[in-house]
């Protein structure tokens, strides 16, 4: 039924009427459905490869995006693997078939989710090595374009990315050279590392123009790094220190030294550094060997140590540690599909449709994303036409609750380690913690012993004081009941007309203890350094050794503030409180 289709594509006369009957072969595959229709996308792969019709290639192309702007996302993954040919024909000699790969490439990249830049990247990457410039030139501007779709999924990318769109930055071709800076700009603008935004033009330009590499290392030099320094930013900055290192002038060599020093220190993750250790300590080495002076020798021994400690110690060493992750394989993860799909049938577009979500999944698992959003995106669209609605949709969850829990026994069993600290135990708990629709903590896992002092320690944003104030409300689940542990949480400000409330009333006003025996709290403030002078103030502080002194602002009161602050007195003093006659400003 669709071969008459088809001819009409290849006998039409002008781009703009093969354009129609593309559009017309598309109607029709959406009347039969996207199962029947893997066969017209099959019968389009030969005329993509006719190299004696032009009205061949360019109506095949055409014919490709329209399927793909009909379908959508459930034939992406019988149209991705059409993406070789289509970049092929980039580099075209005849100007239509070169626009028509153009917007079939458009159409058909812009189907996936943002989780499967991993799956596309290959595709890109073989375009970039191994076709011609025209074809490297549409490749990288994909590239370009998947940095606004899926920004954090091409920063996690980037140790695979920049090996590749440097080299391009190399090409013959100045047209390609162009376009492999501007995909580059883009690729670094994604870190999001604010201590790197104003050297990134410095960090692009020394890529194909390295006498630029001293004046980028001598400006990182003197850059205060303040932020958590992860995967991303090590990637876009080690071109550069690997040049700095290989550099004859001491100088430079030193500053980049100082670079990798100072940056290191504030990696947290040793999985993250530990990919370039091979590429930084050749460099190190060589210089601690025939470094021109003691001081730069000391510098790179200095920054080796600094490397080595935080990528988990020698490259190769028995005593290396880095972080424990889990793996699982896209066909683990298929095995899993089959074994929960009951609905799919056993044929070849279930096979292939599954195959494809499992790579999916896969990379999820690997990215250690669980938000449930993530998960239905990944798979609903593409096994829509294998079962109902309610179906796939209950499919979709049940495979998110169970890498969910795979995650938790995983991540739990990998972080087990010796259990050094001294006391008794207070609380070993498993808890999730979300705020609104977002998931903070997922299967997390806090131990607590007596006599210990813990950090919470995070970014803005995290949830810190969430998981603090829900240990205080009792709403942690597994932590201890106020009747085992008692917990008291701090605010880090205080509600205006509590700021003058003296010690012992602002104590009275918590729910939690406002029953307990009056004298023995204040013998509880007395035997810590609050006497009765101390306790009628109404803010005070403890030092680092202990001792509570009173806390003087010199903002003035304004007058709507100091007549407020009158009424509240006057109250107290009709209640018959005692109000100190010190507080005169806060």
């Given at each position: 039924m669709s071969a008459p289709l088809i001819d009409a594509i290849v006998k039409a006369q002008?781009?703009?009427?093969?354009?129609?009957?593309?559009?017309?072969?598309?109607?029709?595959?959406?009347?039969?459905?996207?199962?029947?229709?893997?066969?017209?996308?099959?019968?389009?792969?030969?005329?993509?490869?006719?190299?004696?019709?032009?009205?061949?290639?360019?109506?095949?192309?055409?014919?490709?995006?329209?399927?793909?702007?009909?379908?959508?996302?459930?034939?992406?993954?019988?149209?991705?693997?059409?993406?070789?040919?289509?970049?092929?024909?980039?580099?075209?000699?005849?100007?239509?078939?070169?626009?028509?790969?153009?917007?079939?490439?458009?159409?058909?990249?812009?189907?996936?989710?943002?989780?499967?830049?991993?799956?596309?990247?290959?595709?890109?990457?073989?375009?970039?090595?191994?076709?011609?410039?025209?074809?490297?030139?549409?490749?990288?501007?994909?590239?370009?374009?998947?940095?606004?779709?899926?920004?954090?999924?091409?920063?996690?990318?980037?140790?695979?990315?920049?090996?590749?769109?440097?080299?391009?930055?190399?090409?013959?071709?100045?047209?390609?050279?162009?376009?492999?800076?501007?995909?580059?700009?883009?690729?670094?603008?994604?870190?999001?590392?604010?201590?790197?935004?104003?050297?990134?033009?410095?960090?692009?330009?020394?890529?194909?123009?390295?006498?630029?590499?001293?004046?980028?290392?001598?400006?990182?030099?003197?850059?205060?790094?303040?932020?958590?320094?992860?995967?991303?930013?090590?990637?876009?900055?080690?071109?550069?220190?690997?040049?700095?290192?290989?550099?004859?002038?001491?100088?430079?060599?030193?500053?980049?030294?100082?670079?990798?020093?100072?940056?290191?220190?504030?990696?947290?993750?040793?999985?993250?550094?530990?990919?370039?250790?091979?590429?930084?300590?050749?460099?190190?080495?060589?210089?601690?060997?025939?470094?021109?002076?003691?001081?730069?020798?000391?510098?790179?021994?200095?920054?080796?140590?600094?490397?080595?400690?935080?990528?988990?110690?020698?490259?190769?060493?028995?005593?290396?540690?880095?972080?424990?992750?889990?793996?699982?394989?896209?066909?683990?993860?298929?095995?899993?599909?089959?074994?929960?799909?009951?609905?799919?049938?056993?044929?070849?577009?279930?096979?292939?449709?599954l195959t494809y979500v499992s790579t999916l999944c896969a990379e999820l698992i690997a990215s250690r994303n669980f938000e449930k959003d993530a998960w239905v995106s990944s798979i609903v669209p593409y096994l829509a036409v294998l079962g109902s609605a309610s179906e796939v949709a209950a499919f979709a969850d049940e495979i998110n609750a169970f890498y969910v829990d795979y995650d938790a026994k995983n991540a739990l069993s990998n972080a087990a380690v010796a259990d050094i600290e001294e006391g008794e135990l207070l609380c070993d708990c498993e808890f999730s913690l979300a705020y609104g629709g977002m998931i903070l903590l997922n299967k997390t896992r806090l131990n607590l012993r007596r006599g210990q002092r813990y950090g919470l320690c995070g970014p803005n944003g995290v949830g810190k004081s969430t998981l603090m104030r829900a240990i205080a409300e009792g709403q942690l689940e597994g932590f201890p009941s106020p009747d085992e542990l008692r917990t008291v949480f701090v605010e880090h400000n205080l509600q205006a007309e509590d700021a003058d409330l003296p010690v012992v009333t602002f104590i009275f006003n918590d729910e939690k203890i406002k029953n307990l025996d009056r004298q023995s709290v204040i013998d509880m403030l007395e035997s810590v350094g609050f006497d009765k002078e101390k306790q009628d103030q109404a803010e005070t502080k403890i030092d680092a050794f202990g001792n509570v002194e009173k806390v003087k602002s010199t903002r003035k009161l304004s007058r709507k503030e100091l007549k407020e602050k009158q009424k509240r007195r006057a109250a107290a003093k009709k209640r018959g409180e005692e109000v100190s006659d010190s507080e005169e400003e806060f």
């Open positions: 002008t781009t703009e009427q093969r354009q129609v009957a593309a559009d017309a072969l598309a109607a029709f595959a959406k009347s039969e459905g996207v199962v029947k229709s893997v066969a017209i996308i099959e019968s389009l792969s030969p005329l993509l490869e006719n190299k004696k019709s032009v009205p061949h290639r360019e109506g095949a192309l055409l014919a490709l995006g329209s399927v793909a702007n009909v379908f959508g996302q459930a034939a992406e993954p019988f149209l991705i693997p059409q993406m070789p040919k289509v970049f092929e024909l980039y580099s075209d000699k005849m100007v239509p078939v070169r626009e028509a790969a153009s917007v079939a490439s458009k159409a058909i990249m812009g189907l996936p989710t943002r989780y499967a830049v991993r799956l596309l990247l290959p595709v890109i990457f073989h375009a970039i090595k191994e076709s011609k410039w025209q074809s490297k030139i549409g490749a990288l501007d994909i590239l370009s374009g998947l940095t606004q779709t899926a920004p954090q999924q091409i920063s996690a990318a980037l140790s695979d990315i920049i090996p590749i769109i440097s080299e391009a930055m190399w090409d013959s071709k100045p047209e390609v050279r162009s376009q492999a800076t501007k995909t580059t700009t883009d690729c670094f603008n994604v870190v999001g590392n604010p201590d790197l935004i104003s050297s990134i033009p410095y960090l692009v330009g020394c890529i194909n123009r390295p006498e630029e590499a001293a004046e980028c290392i001598h400006q990182l030099a003197s850059t205060t790094f303040v932020t958590t320094v992860e995967e991303p930013t090590l990637a876009i900055m080690c071109p550069l220190l690997v040049r700095g290192l290989a550099e004859r002038t001491p100088s430079i060599q030193r500053q980049t030294a100082v670079i990798i020093d100072n940056m290191c220190k504030l990696v947290e993750n040793p999985a993250h550094a530990q990919q370039f250790l091979p590429k930084l300590l050749p460099g190190l080495d060589r210089m601690i060997e025939i470094g021109a002076s003691p001081e730069l020798r000391n510098v790179a021994e200095r920054a080796r140590a600094t490397l080595v400690r935080v990528g988990g110690g020698e490259p190769g060493s028995k005593d290396q540690v880095v972080t424990i992750a889990y793996t699982v394989s896209s066909t683990q993860v298929l095995e899993t599909l089959k074994e929960k799909a009951k609905f799919v049938k056993d044929d070849a577009f279930s096979a292939t449709a």
